[in-house]
C-alpha cells in the first residue's frame, strides 16, 4: 500500500512542479549562472528560494501553513523567485525534486516534511553551495556547514490548549487522536496532559494512533472510540484536521485543533488551538542565506524557537464560546511563565506513566531534551509502540 | 458502551464504503471483468459527491453525481478491456493512478472546505433496540441504502434475466454468442454498474462516514474491496459480512486503543491484512473453483467475445 501511495504522490508532484516551474523559469535563467560567488558562503546572492511540500498547499493545515510562509517570502524579498513543489513524498523524489530546483537557480532550499530530512542532506552534500533547511526533524550526526534544521516549539500553545480544555471539561476526559509516536508529538501530548493537570488534577489525555498522517476514514474510527469512552474534549495531531474537529462537534464534545483555525467547522466546541505563523522565521532564514552569514548562525544547527527565545511561529488560536475568561487569565500567565528561564511545560518533577521520575525536582528541561522525549507523562492513556 | 458493540458498530460504520465498492466489484467480476480501478472510482465518487455536496448543500445529489462519476471511470475500463483488447490489470491500475492526479488537481479546491454531510438518522423504534438498534439503526441514511442494496443486487443477479446475462458472460461467454446476444454490451454495462456502486462508497466515506475531502482519502479500500470479492466467493450476502468483518478489524485498534490496552499499534494495523491472508489460506481452493469462469482468461488480455 504505502508503495501504491508513493507513486501516486510522485505523479502529483511531478505535475505539480512542472506548473510551478514552466511558470518562473523565464526570470532566473539569464542572472544564476555566471556570478558564482564561490563555495564560502553557500547561498548568498541566491536568484531562488525553494520550498517542498509534502501535501497539498491548501489542505488547511501543516502544508498550508508553509505554502502561507512561501508566499510572505514572495512579498519581503520581490528579487526572489520562490519555487514550491507540492505533495513530494517522504523518499527519494524528495532529492529529485530540490535538484530541479537547483537547476533552476535556487540556492536555498527549505524541505518542510519531518521525512524529508535524509533527502536534505544528501542535496547539501553534492552541492556545497546551497543551503538546505529542514523543518521539524533533527540532524542527529554532524552538521554540515550548509544544513541545518528549524523548527518552533508546538507544545508550548499544546500546553495552553490542555489549560483550556482541562478547566472545560466535565468527564475528566480528553482524547488525542495522533498519527505517530515521534518525539514531537508526544512532547505534544505530554505537555497538552500537563497543562490540562495544570488546573485539574483529574484530567486524563486518552491517546489513539491512526498510524497515518491523513487517512479520514481512520480519524473518524478513532474519534468515535474516544467519544464513546466518554471523552469530551478532542485535539489531535494530523495533517488533516476536519474529520476529528467534525466528529467532536457532531457528538456535542469541545475540541482544540491543530494547525489552522477551523473554528468555523466546531462553532460550538471550538476551545482554541495551536496554529502557525512561519513568515518571520522563514524571512530570519532567507536574510541571513542570501546575506551569505549561515554558516555558524543559528540556522546551521538544530534551531528551535520558541516563547524564551524568539517569536515562535505557533501561536494559539483565538478562544471559542466555552473558554472563561478566568480560563483565559490562567492561559496568559502560564504563556508569560514559559517565556521566562525557568518557564517550560516540563518543569520537574516529570513522572512517567509508571510513575518513575523522568525529570527531577526543579529541573528544567531543555529545547533540545524536549525534542528526544520518548515517554508518555503520569495522567496519558495509551501504550507508545516500541 | 461495551468493547463488543462499540468494534461492531463501528465495524458497520467504517466497512459500509468497502461493501459499496465489493458489491460493484461483485457485479463486474460476475461479468468477467475484473476493476482493479474500484479505488480510482472510489476516488472520483468522493471528491464528485463532495463538491456537489459542498456546491449544493444536497447531500443525496452528491451521492448521486458521485455514482455518476464512478461509472464513467470504470466505463472507461470497460470501454477499454472490452471493446480494445487492452490489459484488464494495466487498465484499471492506470485508470486509478489518473484518478488519484485527478482528484489531487481537482480536490485541492474543496480540502477544509465544509460539507453538508448525511448526518445520523436513528431509525424509530428499531434503533432503541438493545445492542442491535446500536450496531444496525444509529447511522446515516446512506448507510440503510446499503441494507437494501445486498438483497437488490442479489436478486438482480440470480433471480432476473438481466442477471443470467451477466453471469453467463462471466461463466461461458461463447454461449451467449451463440444465442445472438452482445457480450460487450452486457460487460460493458456491468463494469460500469459496478464502478457506480464503487463512486457511492466513495460517496459514503467523503459526505456520510468522515465528512471531510483529502486527496488520497480512500487510502486502500478499494483494494480491499477487490480480496473482499475473492474471499467472499462473488456472493452479495457474503460480501456484506465480509465488509463488516473489515469494518471491525480497523475499529478493533482505535476501540482498544481508547480502553488503555497496552496492545502494539503496528500490530493492530495489520489485523486487516492478516485477516485476508488467513482467509485466503483457508478459502484457497474453493475460491478458485467458485470464481467465474471467465476470470481465469484475465492473463489472455482481453476476455474472449466469442
Given at each position: 500500500m504505502s508503495i501504491r501511495h508513493s507513486t501516486g504522490r510522485t505523479v502529483v508532484a511531478t505535475f505539480a512542479l512542472a506548473l510551478a516551474l514552466a511558470g518562473c523559469s523565464s526570470a532566473t535563467e539569464s542572472s544564476d549562472s555566471t556570478d558564482s560567488s564561490g563555495s564560502s558562503a553557500p547561498g548568498k546572492d541566491t536568484a531562488a528560494v525553494g520550498f517542498i511540500m509534502v501535501g497539498p498547499k491548501d489542505d488547511y493545515g501543516y502544508n498550508q501553513a508553509v505554502y502561507e510562509g512561501s508566499e510572505v517570502i514572495k512579498k519581503e524579498f520581490p528579487d526572489l523567485d520562490v519555487l514550491t513543489a507540492e505533495n513530494?513524498?517522504?523518499?527519494?523524489t524528495a532529492a529529485t525534486t530540490m535538484e530541479q530546483m537547483i537547476d533552476k537557480g535556487a540556492k536555498l532550499i527549505f524541505a518542510t516534511s519531518y521525512g524529508h530530512l535524509d533527502a536534505a542532506l544528501k542535496v547539501a552534500e553534492e552541492h556545497p553551495d546551497v543551503v538546505v533547511v529542514q523543518q521539524g526533524n533533527t540532524i542527529t550526526t554532524d552538521i554540515p556547514k550548509n544544513a541545518g534544521t528549524y523548527f518552533g516549539t508546538v507544545y508550548e500553545p499544546m500546553y495552553l490548549a490542555g489549560i483550556a480544555a482541562g478547566a472545560s471539561t466535565k468527564s475528566d476526559k480528553l482524547g488525542y487522536v495522533y498519527a505517530f509516536p515521534i518525539p514531537q508529538t508526544i512532547a505534544n501530548i505530554n505537555a497538552f496532559e500537563r497543562g490540562a493537570q495544570s488546573v485539574n488534577p483529574k484530567a486524563e489525555t486518552i491517546t489513539v494512533s491512526t498510524s497515518s498522517w491523513c487517512d479520514p476514514g481512520k480519524q473518524q474510527a478513532a474519534a468515535e472510540s474516544l467519544l464513546s469512552q466518554g471523552v469530551d474534549v478532542l485535539t489531535q495531531h494530523q495533517d488533516c484536521t476536519a474529520t476529528v474537529i467534525q466528529a467532536a462537534e457532531k457528538a456535542g464534545a469541545m475540541t482544540v485543533g491543530y494547525h489552522a483555525d477551523a473554528s468555523s467547522l466546531a462553532p460550538k466546541g471550538w476551545l482554541t488551538g495551536a496554529v502557525w505563523d512561519w513568515g518571520p522565521l522563514y524571512t530570519d532564514i532567507v536574510k541571513t542565506v542570501v546575506a551569505g552569514?549561515?554558516?555558524?548562525?543559528?540556522?546551521?544547527?538544530?534551531y528551535r524557537v520558541g516563547y524564551k527565545t524568539g517569536t515562535n511561529p505557533f501561536v494559539l488560536a483565538k478562544y471559542g464560546p466555552d473558554v472563561t475568561a478566568d480560563t483565559q487569565a490562567k492561559i496568559d500567565e502560564a504563556q508569560t511563565f514559559l517565556g521566562t528561564d525557568k518557564g517550560s511545560p516540563f518543569v520537574g518533577p516529570v513522572k512517567d506513566q509508571s510513575g518513575a521520575v523522568k525529570i527531577p525536582d526543579g529541573t528544567v528541561p531543555s529545547y533540545a531534551d524536549n525534542d528526544a522525549m520518548d515517554f508518555f507523562v503520569e495522567g496519558v492513556v495509551g501504550k507508545l509502540a516500541q | 458502551m461495551s468493547l463488543a458493540v462499540d468494534v461492531v458498530a463501528g465495524g458497520v460504520a467504517g466497512g459500509t464504503s468497502i461493501m459499496y465498492a465489493a458489491l460493484g466489484e461483485t457485479v463486474s467480476e460476475r461479468s468477467g471483468v475484473i476493476n482493479l480501478g474500484v479505488e480510482g472510482s472510489m476516488l472520483v465518487g468522493a471528491l464528485t459527491a463532495y463538491a456537489v455536496g459542498v456546491e449544493t448543500g444536497n447531500p443525496w445529489a452528491g451521492a448521486l453525481a458521485g455514482a455518476i462519476a464512478g461509472g464513467v471511470l470504470a466505463f472507461v475500463h470497460a470501454f477499454l478491456v472490452v471493446?480494445?483488447?487492452?490489459s484488464q490489470m494495466a487498465s484499471g491500475l492506470s485508470l486509478l493512478f489518473l484518478a488519484l492526479g485527478l482528484t489531487s488537481l481537482f480536490g485541492a479546491t474543496y480540502v477544509g472546505q465544509a460539507v453538508v454531510g448525511f448526518g445520523t438518522w436513528d431509525v424509530p423504534l428499531l434503533s432503541d433496540i438493545p445492542v442491535l438498534g446500536t450496531v444496525l439503526f444509529q447511522h446515516d441514511p446512506l448507510l440503510y441504502v446499503s441494507f437494501a442494496l445486498v438483497p437488490a443486487v442479489w436478486f438482480v443477479l440470480f433471480k432476473t434475466r438481466a442477471g443470467l446475462l451477466v453471469r453467463t458472460a462471466g461463466e461461458r461467454a461463447d454461449s451467449l454468442v451463440v444465442h445472438g446476444y452482445d457480450v460487450r454490451r452486457t460487460r460493458t454495462a456491468a463494469v460500469t454498474v459496478g464502478g457506480m456502486l464503487a463512486g457511492l462508497g466513495g460517496a459514503h466515506l467523503s459526505t456520510a462516514y468522515a465528512n471531510a475531502w483529502f486527496e488520497n482519502m480512500v487510502s486502500g479500500r478499494g483494494f480491499i474491496a477487490v480480496a473482499l470479492v475473492i474471499f467472499a466467493v462473488w456472493s452479495p450476502w457474503r460480501v456484506m459480512g465480509g465488509a463488516y468483518l473489515f469494518g471491525c478489524a480497523i475499529a478493533l485498534g482505535p476501540a482498544l486503543q481508547a480502553r488503555g490496552y497496552g496492545i502494539n499499534q503496528f500490530l493492530l494495523d495489520a489485523v486487516p491484512f492478516v485477516l485476508t491472508l488467513v482467509v485466503l489460506t483457508v478459502l484457497g481452493r474453493r475460491t478458485l473453483s467458485s470464481s467465474p469462469a471467465e476470470l481465469k482468461r484475465v492473463f489472455e488480455n482481453a476476455p474472449s467475445t466469442g
Open positions: 513530494v513524498p517522504e523518499d527519494d552569514d549561515f554558516i555558524g548562525s543559528k540556522f546551521n544547527d538544530n | 471493446y480494445r483488447g487492452a
